[in-house]
């Protein structure tokens, strides 16, 4: 928000108004590093600030079968939840040991491309090897860079936190094809992955259907899907006692556990039959892997996995 807001009035009222100036060429020159692998710094992924963050809930990476390096990968997340911590701590950051579950594979967090257009934002998302969730960019990354890479991707994205509630395992998926398409035309494998807790940590408020209240949330939603692209929550967590109200995320647990791979033949234009069949084998993989693991990470033994 900060550049956003304040380098026009800096630009336009101060004696500083070469600093946006040079900051604004920079974006111009650099344009296309966010596609072209970014820039990555392991310093960045081993801050320690990311460790208390991730003992704060706290935040596990398990792993259920080896990734060789000799492949590339595309890691598909479940669910989105409210804000994606586990996904962000776990593969964005070095708190929960990526590089030593995962040895010599290179994780590449995929997130909105608008985050890349602001000054300074880009230069600390790209540093964590966080990457557009574009096709150029996540293509480069598993055609152009060598093999050992795995982008990962939410692919219930901002429309799956309408449905984050605590105890609930519902998560967009039948339509959401683009990431098989993908993993069919560079090759990459197919891994599925669940954040078990990640609905857990904050308590979302969607008002009655019929009343104002709920009118005027759907039609605010609405608006700022239109403008921005996000889908904006009501929602509330803990404060900074355990039983006071606020919007911090309640601290309990959330493990990410990443399944099996799935090979995936490599085909420039994959077709519909093509792109269905396989998409039919992720979707089977998926939910064995929340089978497998829902009772174990407090689930009840008939929670199902619902998937719209």
Known sequence: IIPILFFPLILAYTKFWLVPVITFSW???????HSL?????????????????QSYFPVKLVKTHDLS???????????????????????ATEASGFA?????ITPSLGTLEGLFWIPFVREYV??????????VALKYLLTQNNTGNAVVIVVGGAAEALLCRPGASTIIL????????????????LVPSYSFGENEVHNQETFPEGTWKRFFQKKFQATMKKILGL????????GLTRDSWGFLPFNKPITTVVGQPLPVPRIEKPDKKTVDKYHALYTSALRKLFDEHKVQYGLPETQELTIT
């Open 231 to 238: 889908n904006f929550c009501i929602f509330h967590g803990r």
């Open 174 to 189: 039948k339509r959401r094809k683009g990431f098989v398409k993908l993993a069919l035309m560079t090759g990459a494998y």
């Open 69 to 91: 390096p000799k492949h590339n990968y595309v890691i598909v997340n479940h669910p989105h939840g409210i804000v994606s911590y586990g996904v962000f701590i776990n593969f």
């Open 126 to 135: 790209m540093s964590m090897g966080i990457c557009p969730v574009s096709e």
């Open 100 to 104: 030593r579950i995962f040895p010599d």
């Open 27 to 33: 974006l111009t020159y650099d344009w296309d590093t």
């Open 37 to 53: 692998g970014g820039r990555r710094l392991p310093w960045v992924r081993n801050w320690t600030l990311w460790k208390y963050f």
